[in-house]
């Protein structure tokens, strides 16, 4: 008899964390709106594919180093396997953020004015970089680091993010 009750309390407990693991996913269902307004639903747009989400602003010295290497990966992983998903967050106004998107030319998934999103994945500085799955769990964090801002400390994330790919792909 005890048996049969510890089986059916861990059986329970699954059940508790499949519903507690649902909710967690739904709680991350937002909308945003590309720079031309269009509006952009969030798990949807990710279309199944293992996306690079990256919380950015223009004014970032680590986020301009870092998005020409996010240009390589969607190139070197193509459109039809893997997103590019950035977010322009905490903007100072100086330097227009559409016309910066349109500059880095390479195909992405460009939010604007992301501040509330930021708020859902609790991202506080720049560059937040994830790496999530096709149904948009996240999968990847990065790490804070000492690096300075440049080549070396981008070239660091970028090669921490073919390897996340590698493994979802």
């Known amino acids: 008899m005890l048996p049969r009750i510890a089986l059916a309390l861990a059986a329970l407990c699954m059940l508790n964390l ?69 977010i322009d967050v905490f903007e100072d106004g100086e330097i ?3 016309a910066y998107v349109e500059e880095l030319g ?3 998934i460009a939010v604007a004015n992301g501040d509330p999103i930021a708020e859902i994945y609790s991202v506080r500085g720049t560059p937040g970089l994830m790496i999530l799955d096709g149904q ?12 300075p801002p440049g080549k070396t400390v981008a070239e660091y994330w970028a090669d921490q993010v073919r390897e996340q790919l590698d493994q979802l792909l």
Do not use: H
């Open 18 to 86: 499949t519903f507690a693991s649902e909710a967690e996913e739904a709680d991350l269902a937002w909308t945003g709106a590309d720079f031309s307004g269009a509006e952009i639903v969030f798990p949807e747009v990710l279309q199944g594919k293992p996306t690079v989400l990256v919380f950015w602003a223009t004014w970032c010295p680590y986020c301009k180093a870092l998005m020409p290497y996010l240009g390589e990966i969607q190139r070197d992983y193509g459109e039809k396997k893997i997103n590019i998903l950035a």
């Open 96 to 98: 227009d953020p559409a």
């Open 106 to 108: 390479f195909p992405m």
């Open 136 to 147: 948009g769990s996240l999968v990847w964090k990065r790490a804070s680091t000492d690096l």
